[in-house]
């Protein structure tokens, strides 16, 4: 099993910064790549980003490309993410999953373990 609790979600404006963050818990972090999905109001579940357990190959979605980062310290077991020029549909609830395999997916079914989110607003 593996734990995932994000943080640093909160009220911004657009055009600010926000950086989240995803601790792992439970066992090794080894080998798991990482993604971030956002889930805005009255809309399915999307994918944001993803980052490979090497941390040396990265996908982010069309949408947030330019804006977002996707990082990793496993050393500390956390995955990042960075979120620049926010916009006010950014404003979702974030999540970060975690899939048993080196090979990184952009569907959310391709991950195995879920953490509970953290939202983000991005005021206008």
């Known amino acids: 099993q593996v734990q995932l609790v994000e943080s640093g979600g909160g009220l911004v404006q657009a055009g600010g910064s926000l950086r989240l963050s995803c601790a792992a818990s439970g066992r090794t972090f080894s080998g798991y790549s990482m993604g971030w999905f956002r889930r805005a109001p009255g809309k399915e579940r999307e994918f944001v980003a993803a980052?490979?357990?090497?941390?040396?190959?990265?996908y982010t979605a069309d949408s947030v490309q330019g804006r977002f980062t996707i990082s990793r310290d496993n050393a500390k077991n956390t995955v990042y993410l960075q979120m620049n020029r926010l916009k006010p549909e950014d404003t979702a609830v974030y999540y970060c999953?975690?899939?048993?395999?080196?090979?990184?997916?952009?569907?959310?079914?391709?991950?195995?373990?879920w953490g509970q989110g953290t939202q983000v607003t991005v005021s206008s």
């Open positions: 980052i490979r357990w090497s941390g040396d190959f990265t």
């Open positions: 999953a975690a899939r048993a395999s080196t090979v990184i997916v952009t569907p959310g079914r391709g991950y195995d373990y």
